[in-house]
């Protein structure tokens, strides 16, 4: 999807958060926010948003000179998951439906999200956890299920660290022998790199492949050539969070969209209430439909 | 007041709301962010928040080639605020302390602020005068009641459009005759005019001068000489609103601020909670102090 001008305000507030997530250093923080104004004041809106939420991140790394400004809250966020990984578990078990119960929860980790400046707390988490467990799902769950019960193998494209451990019960549901697992290349806001997949225990599970990008979505091009050969061969994709949704949506192979819709703008793309929990194809003809054309 | 980090993303979504509400072509819309990033990119922060705001309206008048974007939003809530007169008068008349009830109307007043984005109804504004009639007040009604009666003349700042009408009552209040009520030389936003004074039914009542300057502020180095002769020989001088706030509470002249503390940053800079009526003078030693001395 492209940058709608409402992006270029929240563009400016989520640089001025994560820098003072960052560092203290009032200077550097307001080095890092004329940098970030005049690279917005150029940007070319046809790209999608997490283009710019990657140049933005770059710009902090570069100015706080810290690789991974991120690591200690995303190490944060993968415990407290992990304190509550047996109780989502269960409830998957328990449920009527195990598999839609392990979209929904996989759903209730999307909230785990820097960008939009929340600090999560367990007991946040465990709200939104039962909250999410009935709310309504927007999309086509019986699809989703049919799909993924059918398909030889799954790629599925992570979102943030302490997410992934929530992400971690779908795969289980899914079937882990099928499922490939792809993070992060580098560093970026608290996005899952590969040392969260190893926190959130899913070494020995699911194989872990990275996309070798820094960006906070999936941008096919610049991802290295072994993850564009899974992602083109892949039987599902399931693409996780806002991220991959914005720099997926437009993309010629059919993807499943699995995220709690936050912003405004994602949601008129998506055309569904903002809050509301999304289980999407994208609109480009999946294997199912073009054998019924 | 100087400008902190946290107005950067405010100017821009403040720009983004202006320009939209003033037309509805795309092209122009992005192309009025552009510009203002590029300018705010390069502010000195050292300047106060209503430098920045003048020079964004002066590039929205530009490009979309309209002189005065808000007049048909000034001239609306000025007749929605003279509908309320009549009320706000009876108010401060049946009061036990008609002043101190003045200056809460006035301050009711300042909610019609389109620089915060809303758009103001009789509704809001009735229940807004209902709850700022008891709502405790942040700063000396008592030195404010004492040095108003004993000021030879008074220089009244106004603010905004709409707002003016509930200022009158003030001005009725404080006894006209030694009252000058200023407003803005040129249009900027929705702060008030002379047309607006006139339109309020200021003309007769008291003296409307004007400042010579398109700031939503009071910028005094840049206001017409008349302006600041009065401004530095008046007896008393109240400034309305954040924007004369912002501009003038590092003023070498005592200046009594009455206002509603809408931002937190102002707030913060005041020492009140946001949301707070305030009535206080300016931290410079005023002329009762300097006897005193």
Same mark, same amino acid.
């Given at each position: 999807?492209?940058?709608?001008?409402?992006?270029?305000p929240?563009?400016v507030?989520?640089?001025?958060?994560?820098?003072?997530?960052?560092?203290?250093?009032?200077?550097?923080?307001?080095?890092?926010?004329?940098?970030?104004?005049?690279e917005?004041?150029?940007?070319?809106?046809?790209?999608?948003?997490p283009?710019?939420?990657?140049?933005?991140?770059?710009?902090?790394?570069?100015?706080?000179?810290?690789?991974?400004?991120?690591?200690?809250?995303?190490?944060?966020?993968?415990?407290?998951?992990?304190?509550?990984?047996?109780?989502i578990?269960?409830?998957?078990?328990?449920?009527?439906?195990?598999?839609?119960?392990?979209?929904?929860m996989?759903?209730?980790?999307?909230?785990?999200d820097? !960008?939009?400046?929340?600090?999560?707390?367990?007991?946040?988490?465990?709200?939104?956890?039962?909250?999410?467990?009935?709310?309504?799902?927007?999309?086509?769950?019986?699809?989703?299920s049919?799909?993924?019960?059918?398909?030889?193998?799954?790629?599925?494209?992570?979102?943030?660290?302490?997410?992934?451990?929530?992400?971690?019960?779908?795969?289980?549901?899914?079937?882990?022998?099928?499922?490939?697992?792809?993070?992060?290349?580098?560093?970026?806001?608290?996005?899952?790199?590969r040392?969260?997949?190893?926190?959130a225990?899913?070494?020995?599970?699911?194989?872990?492949?990275?996309?070798?990008?820094?960006?906070p979505?999936?941008?096919?091009?610049?991802?290295?050539?072994?993850?564009r050969?899974?992602?083109? !061969?892949?039987?599902?994709?399931?693409?996780?969070?806002?991220?991959?949704?914005?720099?997926?949506?437009?993309?010629?192979?059919?993807?499943?969209?699995?995220?709690?819709?936050?912003?405004a703008?994602?949601?008129?793309?998506?055309?569904?209430?903002?809050?509301?929990?999304?289980?999407?194809?994208?609109?480009?003809? !999946?294997?199912?439909?073009?054998?019924?054309?």
């Amino acid at each position: 999807m492209r940058t709608r001008l409402e992006c270029v305000p929240c563009f400016v507030r989520q640089a001025l958060e994560a820098v003072r997530m960052t560092t203290d250093d009032q200077a550097v923080q307001e080095e890092v926010l004329r940098r970030v104004l005049r690279e917005v004041s150029g940007m070319d809106l046809r790209l999608s948003p997490p283009i710019m939420g990657q140049r933005i991140h770059r710009i902090i790394r570069a100015l706080t000179d810290n690789p991974d400004p991120y690591r200690a809250a995303k190490e944060r966020t993968n415990r407290l998951a992990l304190v509550l990984y047996p109780e989502i578990r269960d409830r998957v078990r328990a449920a009527s439906d195990p598999l839609e119960m392990a979209v929904r929860m996989a759903i209730a980790g999307n909230v785990i999200d820097f !960008g939009i400046g929340n600090r999560i707390d367990e007991e946040t988490l465990r709200r939104t956890i039962d909250s999410m467990a009935t709310a309504p799902l927007d999309g086509d769950i019986s699809a989703f299920s049919h799909e993924a019960r059918a398909a030889k193998s799954i790629l599925y494209l992570a979102d943030n660290a302490g997410e992934i451990v929530f992400d971690r019960v779908l795969m289980e549901e899914l079937g882990p022998d099928r499922v490939a697992v792809a993070v992060r290349g580098r560093p970026v806001l608290n996005d899952a790199l590969r040392a969260d997949a190893e926190a959130a225990g899913l070494v020995g599970l699911v194989e872990i492949i990275d996309n070798g990008s820094d960006a906070p979505g999936t941008i096919i091009e610049e991802c290295t050539e072994e993850f564009r050969r899974r992602f083109w !061969g892949a039987g599902l994709v399931i693409a996780k969070g806002q991220g991959n949704y914005e720099t997926l949506s437009d993309a010629t192979r059919p993807v499943w969209f699995v995220l709690l819709a936050k912003c405004a703008v994602i949601a008129r793309n998506i055309g569904c209430e903002p809050g509301s929990l999304v289980v999407q194809r994208s609109a480009t003809p !999946g294997p199912t439909q073009a054998i019924a054309l």
